[in-house]
Every structure is written in structure tokens, then in C-alpha cells.
């Protein structure tokens, strides 16, 4: 079955659901009316035979006949006179038995002549008591009752016979629930109109829905749904529209990483075949072949697990968020770093703070940021790493004093493969590591950028919100213990640089920290 079928299906669906509930609903109202109105007729006739015994037993106490003005004399006299004077309704007749015959009947004509039924009149000649029944006519099904009357000096037996005519009266309720069944069903196929026209709007939607799947490819993720509304509908349109966001980032990583792979593994790959290809039998040049391959290897090894890294970086098992303590995190980065080279390591400032993060990313991003500071630095020159709380966001640098980035290279860098043009080694590395550091950065729904302080050098900065741990201590402290320290000044060196200017102003930098930063600070050095 097609998707135009099942959306065509899912619609008739819905449309006879919706009909056949609401001809249902109408159904049991017109079978509810058609009962009703037939419980009102049956209580309308015995209330009309009830009503005429009483009429008939006021007229024979009064004792005077209204034509004549003077009593009757006798019981045939008696009925005729009441038979005279009330007339019966148009669906009722009145007549009398005296002796076992009919003797008179009202003057309307009736749907059916009962008078003329012997056995009907037998019976009523035979009533001694009042009796009400129903039989059958021409007519249909009556409704009847049978009022005997005696009269003093008159031995014989007579009777009043009331007949209610009932399928007759019935007609009328036949009739009005037929009018109504008619308007039911007129109304059931309008309702029938617009249910298929509205259930065409509701499901359209889910019909541009997959007008849109079918139109998307793998070279093309860009097709959002509009959403309309706050609906079931518009909801299910958000929610493939996030699908189609997560699935275009997962291509679009998937494809980066194809591509980056397949450029730069190319160069290494080229030059390893060309170097066997050459290699001769001389010892001494196999050797220096060997030596030059495993660097090659090695470097793209380094470079495969750089860009499984990057591929990574946008799943969301990406992180392990914990708890991280910024003062043990930036400490613990300078005594790591020292063995990078031989540079004047310095603490910035500290934040005192612990905060919901991921440590050894952080500590990967910061440890990068030390390698492309070392590779852009010489003997002696000097690196900074801090962290501190500002604005609400924490603030991690790594700062040098090395030539610094061009303005034009501020924004790229940051990019893949692209490096920086200054520097004893500017292009040591595939140009992946601040893109490692921005997808970290990234990844804590943080930013990374570069700056020029105003003493020259670079400062790369990664700036993350502030998510603090529970039951954290928020303080900041820094050189000399303000957050604002963050530019460099007053920090703590740990260089084995003892001859540098800075040396002897360490302890003193040292004896305004907090107990717990000083602690830290001796680890760097017990670390040495």
C-alpha cells in the first residue's frame, strides 16, 4: 500500500468513525423520540377513556337531559341523550349497546364501524363492570373501554363503548419521527461534507510531511516543515523537524569526516608509497626510510584519532558531566603542561569554584591550547593558564607572549586544517587543534576565541556558562583576587626559570592567596 493510500485510508477512516458515531448519536434519538412520543399517545388515550367515564357519570347524576330539560326515561333515553350531546374527537367514536345490540353511535364517521362487529358487541353486552382493552379494526389497533349502565325501573342491560382509534392518532407520531429520521440523515451527510474537508485540512500536515521526506535526500537536509498552531499536529511538524535537524548534523559530520579524511590522509599515504617505492637496498638508507615512515604513521594516526574525535563532538554522549573543581582543573593543567617545553608556566588566577562539567575534556581543550602555545613560543618565553568566574560564565585562557594572531586569522583558526603563519613551528600539527577546542567549548554551549592583550602575545579564551555545582562555593579568586585579574598580571609563576625577572616576585604573589590556592600552587611546584 502506498503513503497515498494509507493517507487516504487513515481519512476515510476518520470521516466513517466520525459518521458512524454520529449516526448512531442520531439513531438512538430518533428511536428515543419515536418511544417517547409513543408513551405520551398511549397515556393521551386512556386519558381520554378515563376522561370519558367521568363525563358519562356526570351527566347521569345531574338526571336532566339539556334537548328535552327533564330526566330520561329510561337507560336507552339516557345514552342517547349523552351520545347527542358530546361529540366525540376525530380519531374516537361513542356508541351504545342496549339488550346485546348496538343501539346508537356519535354522529361522526368513524375510521371503522365496531358497532357493526358482533363478537366487539357481544362482548361489551356482556361487560357487568367497566372494562378497558384493546382489539384489532380496519383501522389498525384500538384502544377501548366498556361503561355499563343501569338504570332504576329499567331492567335491561346496556353499556357505553368508548373507542381511541390509536394506530389512527399513531400516524401523527409515524410521521413526525419520519420527519425527523429525514432531517437526521440530511444532517449526517452534511456532517459527512465537512468531516472529509476538515479531516483534509487536519491531515495535511502530516501530508506535507511526506511530501517533504520524499523530496529529502542525503545531499539535501535543508526542507523544514512550517509550523502552524500548538496542536497534536504542529507538535508532530516540530518533532520532524528536530529529527531532520539531528539527522543533518549527523551527515553533515559524517561527510566533514569523509572529506577531512580523505584530503589529508592522502598526502601522508603519498609519501609513504613513494618512499617504498625509492627505498634502495642500503642499509643505512632503509633506516633512515624506516624512521621517516614511522613519522608518518604516526602523524596520521594522530591525525585519525583528531578527526573521530570532531566526529564525535556533536553526539550527545560527547561529555561525562561531573562535577569540577576550576582551581584543581587549572593547577593541575600547569603541571601537566611544564613537559611540554621549556617555557616560564604560570598561574593566572584560580577560580575557586566547582561546576557541572566534563574534567578531561576540559583538561584535553586547556592542554591544547598549552601544545599551540608552546609551538608558537621559544626557550624561556612565557605561558599563562587561569580560569575564573565572570558575568555569570566561566573563563579559561591560555595566554603567551608569543607573536600573537593576525586579526585577518582570528576567526579561522579555529576552523579545520587551517593554522597560524607565525612562530618557531607555526604548522607543526594537521591545523585540528582549535578545532578540538572549539568543538569542546562548543559542546559546553560555550564559545572559543582569540585575543591580543595589551602586552602583545595571544590569548585564547574559552567562555562557558556558569553551572555551579551543588553545594559549591561560587568565589572567585584570582591574582590579586579579583576575577578582572584575567589578563595575566599578578600570577604565580612555576617556571625552573630562577634567574627570570619575574622569580623574585613570586613569593610575594604567593603570600596574598587563599590557603587553598597556595596549597595548590606548592603542588605545582612539588610536581617539578
Keep these: 500500500m502506498t503513503t497515498a493510500e494509507v493517507r487516504g485510508t487513515a481519512r476515510a477512516r476518520i470521516v466513517g468513525w466520525m459518521l458512524l458515531l454520529v449516526g448512531l448519536a442520531l439513531a438512538g434519538s430518533v428511536a428515543v423520540t419515536w418511544s417517547v412520543l409513543s408513551a405520551r399517545l398511549n397515556d393521551r388515550v386512556d386519558g381520554e377513556l378515563t376522561h370519558e367515564a367521568s363525563k358519562l357519570r356526570s351527566y347521569a347524576r345531574t338526571g336532566i337531559d339539556p334537548a328535552t330539560g327533564r330526566p330520561p326515561s329510561d337507560v336507552s333515553e339516557l345514552l342517547t341523550g349523552y351520545l347527542v350531546h358530546n361529540l366525540p374527537d376525530s380519531y374516537e367514536t361513542f356508541f351504545s349497546v342496549v339488550d346485546g345490540r348496538a343501539e346508537r353511535r356519535s354522529a361522526q364517521e368513524p375510521p371503522a364501524r365496531l358497532d357493526r362487529d358482533p363478537a366487539f358487541v357481544a362482548k361489551a353486552a356482556r361487560a357487568r363492570t367497566p372494562v378497558y382493552g384493546r382489539t384489532t379494526s380496519a383501522a389498525g389497533e384500538v384502544r377501548y373501554a366498556v361503561l355499563p349502565v343501569r338504570m332504576s325501573g329499567d331492567p335491561r342491560q346496556a353499556a357505553l363503548v368508548v373507542v381511541e382509534f390509536r394506530d389512527a392518532q399513531r400516524a401523527e407520531v409515524t410521521e413526525t419521527t419520519r420527519v425527523l429520521a429525514f432531517t437526521a440523515f440530511g444532517a449526517l451527510a452534511v456532517a459527512g461534507v465537512v468531516g472529509w474537508l476538515i479531516a483534509g485540512r487536519v491531515l495535511a500536515p502530516i501530508r506535507l510531511v511526506r511530501q517533504t521526506a520524499d523530496q529529502i535526500g542525503e545531499s539535501d537536509l535543508t526542507r523544514r516543515l512550517v509550523v502552524r498552531g500548538n496542536d497534536d499536529v504542529a507538535a508532530l511538524a516540530s518533532t520532524f523537524n528536530r529529527m531532520l ?62 578527526l573521530i574525535m570532531l566526529a564525535k ?43 557541572l562539567g566534563d574534567a578531561q575534556r576540559l583538561t584535553q581543550a586547556l592542554m591544547q591550547l598549552a601544545s599551540n602555545a608552546v609551538r608558537h613560543t621559544g626557550d624561556g618565553d612565557t605561558i599563562e593558564v587561569g580560569s575564573a568566574v565572570r558575568d555569570g560564565s566561566v573563563v579559561l585562557w591560555v595566554r603567551d607572549d608569543g607573536p600573537g594572531v593576525a586579526p585577518e586569522d582570528a576567526e579561522r583558526i579555529f576552523e579545520r586544517f587551517v593554522g597560524g603563519g607565525r612562530g618557531p613551528s607555526p604548522m607543526d600539527g594537521a591545523g585540528l587543534g582549535l578545532a578540538i577546542v572549539a568543538s569542546i567549548a562548543k559542546a559546553h554551549d560555550g564559545t572559543a576565541h582569540v585575543q591580543t592583550p595589551a602586552g602583545g602575545g595571544a590569548q585564547f579564551v574559552l567562555t562557558l556558562p556558569l553551572r555551579p555545582a551543588p553545594g559549591s562555593l561560587a568565589d572567585v579568586i584570582g591574582w590579586p583576587g579579583t576575577a578582572d585579574d584575567a589578563d595575566g598580571t599578578d600570577a604565580l609563576d612555576t617556571s625552573d626559570d630562577t634567574d627570570a625577572p619575574d622569580a623574585p616576585d613570586a613569593p610575594d604573589d604567593t603570600a596574598v592567596l587563599p590557603v587553598s590556592a597556595a596549597e595548590a600552587a606548592d603542588d605545582v611546584e612539588a610536581a617539578r
Design 245 to 306: 535537524d539531528r539527522l543533518e548534523s549527523a551527515f553533515a559530520a559524517q561527510r566533514r569526516f569523509l572529506d577531512d579524511a580523505g584530503h589529508e590522509l592522502r598526502t601522508p599515504i603519498t609519501v609513504i608509497r613513494g618512499h617504498l617505492e625509492l627505498m634502495g637496498d642500503d642499509p643505512a638508507e632503509r633506516a633512515e626510510t624506516r624512521v621517516l615512515l614511522m613519522e608518518e604513521l604516526d602523524r596520521m594516526n594522530r591525525m585519525v584519532n583528531d
Design 313 to 355: 563532538a556533536d553526539r550527545p554522549d560527547f561529555l561525562t558531566v561531573a562535577e569540577v573543581d576550576l582551581a584543581d582543573l587549572t593547577v593541575d593543567v600547569v603541571a601537566k603542561s611544564r613537559g611540554l617545553g621549556d617555557r616560564r608556566w604560570r598561574v593566572g588566577a584560580v577560580a575557586e569554584v566547582r561546576v
